[in-house]
């Protein structure tokens, strides 16, 4: 790569893609918000926030909700989902506290890997998001 297409692979285009390099072979690859369900591409289907799943200490069950986005996510040609949402529960004004997976940390590190794995099923790349962001 040339340092432009470096910079340019790195800088996103259109709202949420990663921009082709066609000399490469590379083609645009799509991302889309998550964890409780795609927000890019208009009605989708909307999961429980991660605090709800955590209180089912039910990493099967998670790891079922990380397929379902996978498959949601691939027939929207998404390719890469930024959740699960792995930062712990610290405090109660945190106004992203429903997506994250609770506030025991071996808990939610067991069920991000669940939803993680979940989505890998369906060849979805998931991003674990705001890990020890706001601590």
């Not at 040339?2 to 390099?21: C, P, S, V």
């Not at 890019?40 to 069950?61: H, K, Q, R, S, V």
Request: glycine share 14%; aromatic share 6%; proline share 6%.
């Amino acid at each position: 790569m040339t340092l432009e297409e470096k910079i340019d692979y790195i800088g996103g285009f259109q709202d949420f893609y990663i921009r082709a390099i066609p000399r490469l072979g590379l083609p645009a690859i799509k991302m889309s918000d998550g964890p409780i369900g795609l927000r890019n591409d208009g009605p989708a289907t909307t999961l429980a926030g991660g605090i709800a799943l955590a209180a089912t200490w039910d990493p099967e069950l998670v790891g079922r909700v990380g397929t379902v986005l996978g498959e949601d996510a691939r027939s929207r040609g998404v390719h890469i989902l930024l959740g699960p949402g792995a930062n712990i529960y610290r405090s109660p004004r945190d106004s992203r506290n429903f997506e994250y997976l609770g506030e025991d940390p071996l808990l939610a590190g067991t069920l991000a890997a669940a939803s993680v794995r979940g989505g890998q099923r369906q060849h979805l790349v998931s991003t674990v998001t705001h890990y020890v962001l706001n601590s």
